[in-house]
C-alpha cells in the first residue's frame, strides 16, 4: 500500500508531515510506501518524517509499455530535510519507463537517511 501516492500532479508541496506505517505484531505494514511520486512535476516535499515498511521516498513513472506509452516522467522533484526514521530513503523505480528528470535529495548530516538506487 502507498500512503501518499500524487499521479499525474503539478506543484505538489508536502510539508511538516509525518508518515509512519507500523510494522509490528498486531498491524503490519511490510510493503507500505510514504510517498509516491508518479508521472508528476514541480513536487516539493520537506520538513517531514517517514517511518515505513518499504520506500519512504518513492519516484515512478509508468511500468512497462503503458509507461512508454504514455510517456509522462517524473520531474523536478525535490526532497529537502526529511527523515526517514525506518524504510529505503530514496527509491527511484521500480516502475520508471516514462523516465525521470532532476531528482534532488538533501537533508542535513544529523538525520538518518539512506539512498538506494
Known amino acids: ?20 506505517n507500523a510494522n509490528n505484531g498486531s498491524i503490519e505494514a511490510p510493503n507500505g510506501d510514504g510517498i509516491d511520486v508518479h508521472s508528476s512535476r514541480n513536487v516539493y516535499v520537506h520538513d517531514s518524517i517517514f517511518d515505513v515498511g518499504d520506500d519512504a521516498l518513492c519516484c515512478k513513472s509508468g511500468a512497462d509499455f503503458l509507461g512508454r506509452e504514455v510517456g509522462i516522467p517524473t520531474r523536478d522533484v525535490v526532497f529537502e530535510r526529511v527523515e526517514v526514521r525506518n524504510g529505503h530513503g530514496l527509491t527511484l523505480g521500480s516502475e520508471a519507463s516514462g523516465g525521470m528528470i532532476n531528482i534532488t535529495f538533501s537533508t542535513p548530516s544529523h538525520l538518518r537517511s539512506e539512498v538506494r538506487t
Open 1 to 20: 500500500m502507498w500512503t501518499l501516492h500524487f499521479q499525474y500532479c503539478n506543484g505538489v508541496i508536502v510539508r511538516n508531515t509525518h508518515v509512519f
